[in-house]
């Protein structure tokens, strides 16, 4: 059975940094991409960042200077450094694993066919 379980998130403080983490397990996605995408209250959920099978990664506007996506293909893993972090990065942040490496459609939750439960972050200000 596949399942993507997240980990990392918690209540930090605004300027903080937290390092989300995302094992998928029954299912590789050496050959698709996966990504990051998170959900405020009252809001649509949102893509953050993507990693292609090969490594290339796309960031939502604005955030590629203080987030950071990478994969470790060998764990079947995916991580999320998150820096300077606001109150406006409160949200449950959801991993996912894709069916495809296309950039475009990595961007939108099209391109993704698993899901994790999502990890809770709070930043406080």
């Known amino acids: 059975q596949e399942q993507l379980v997240e980990s990392g998130g918690r209540l930090v403080q605004a300027g903080d940094s937290l390092r989300l983490s995302c094992v998928a397990s029954g299912r590789t996605f050496r050959s698709s991409g996966m990504g990051w995408f998170r959900q405020a209250p009252g809001k649509e959920r949102e893509f953050v960042a993507a990693v292609t099978s090969g490594g290339s990664t796309v960031y939502a506007d604005g955030m590629r200077d203080r987030f950071t996506a990478s994969r470790d293909a060998v764990k079947n893993a995916l991580y999320l450094q998150m820096d300077s972090l606001k109150p406006e990065d409160t949200a449950v942040y959801y991993c996912?694993?894709?069916?495809?490496?296309?950039?475009?459609?990595?961007?939108?939750?099209?391109?993704?066919?698993?899901w994790g439960q999502g990890t809770q972050v709070t930043v406080s200000s």
């Open positions: 996912a694993g894709g069916w495809t490496n296309h950039i475009a459609t990595l961007r939108t939750t099209r391109g993704y066919s698993y």
